[in-house]
C-alpha cells in the first residue's frame, strides 16, 4: 500500500479529524520529505526520510513565512473548529517551536478566538523544558505514548537514537491536563501483546493524563507485521484505562 501524499504546504485543510472535528493544519516540517525523530511501523506518510532528535534549521521553514501563511489563512476562513501543529513530522523539532506557539496562539486569539490550538506530538522532546513550557500555549496538547518499556518503544517507534522512553514517561507525567494519544496494532512487529499492553498501562498510570485517545492503523501500512486491531478490542482496551489509570479513555477508528 503507498503512503498518504506529504503535506505540500504550511497551511493545509480543514481536514475531519476523528478527535480534533474539523482541523486547520499548520505544517512546521519541510514540504517534500518527512522529518521525525520517530519511524513508527504505522506511519501513514512512509518511512522517515530524515530522523534526527535536533535536525539542522535548514531543514524548516521561517517563523516569519509561518505565521504570515496562518494570519492570512485566518483573515479569510472560519470554516474550522480547532486549529492544529502537526503535519509532515513532529512539529516540535522546530527550532523556533516556542516561538510559533506563543504567536498562533495570538493570532487565534485575534482571528478565531472560538478555535482551540492543538498540538498534535510524538512526545520525544517532552524532557526539554522549552519545550514543556511552550506545551502550555496549547488547548490540547495530544501527546503519543505507545508503549511501556523500551524494547517496545524501539520496535514499534523506531526512535532516533537519542529518544529515551524513561525521560519521555517522566516528563509527561509533569505536563497537567494531559491528553495520551497511543497506537495499538497487532502483528508480530506490534504492540497488543498482552504483557506489552500491562507495561503500557503501568506508564499510563505513572503519567496521569486526563483523557488517553485509543486507536489503531485504520488502513493499511507498507510495513508486513502490522495488523489493524478491531474496534471492540480498542474500546475494551478503553475501558481498561478508564478502571487502571483513571482517565477518561476513548476508542477510535474508521468505519473499513
Ligand atoms: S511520530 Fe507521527 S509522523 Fe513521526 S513516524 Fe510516528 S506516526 Fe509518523
Known sequence: ????????????????????????????????????????????YGRTEVKAPSPSREHFPGV?????????????????ETITFSGNGEPTLHPDFAELASEARRLRDRYAPAAKLALLSNSSTAHRPDIREALGQFDLPIMKLDAGDSGTLARVNRPAAQVGLDDMVGALSQIPHLTVQSVIVAGHL????????ERWLA????????????????????ETGVERVPPPVLQQLAERVRSRVRAGASAYWCET
Open 190 to 197: 506490534g504492540n497488543a501483546d498482552e504483557e506489552v499492553l
Open 64 to 80: 516569519r513565512d509561518v505565521l504570515a501563511a496562518l494570519e492570512r489563512t485566518l483573515r479569510q476562513r472560519r470554516d474550522f
Open 203 to 222: 506508564a499510563l498510570a505513572r503519567i496521569g493524563p486526563r483523557e488517553v485517545q485509543i486507536y489503531s492503523s485504520d488502513r493499511p501500512v507498507a
Open 1 to 44: 500500500m503507498n503512503p498518504l501524499s506529504l503535506q505540500n504546504g504550511i497551511i493545509y485543510g480543514p481536514v475531519r479529524s476523528r478527535r480534533l472535528g474539523c482541523s486547520l493544519g499548520v505544517n512546521l516540517l519541510p514540504c517534500d520529505y518527512k522529518l521525525c525523530s520517530f519511524d513508527c511501523i504505522y506511519c501513514h
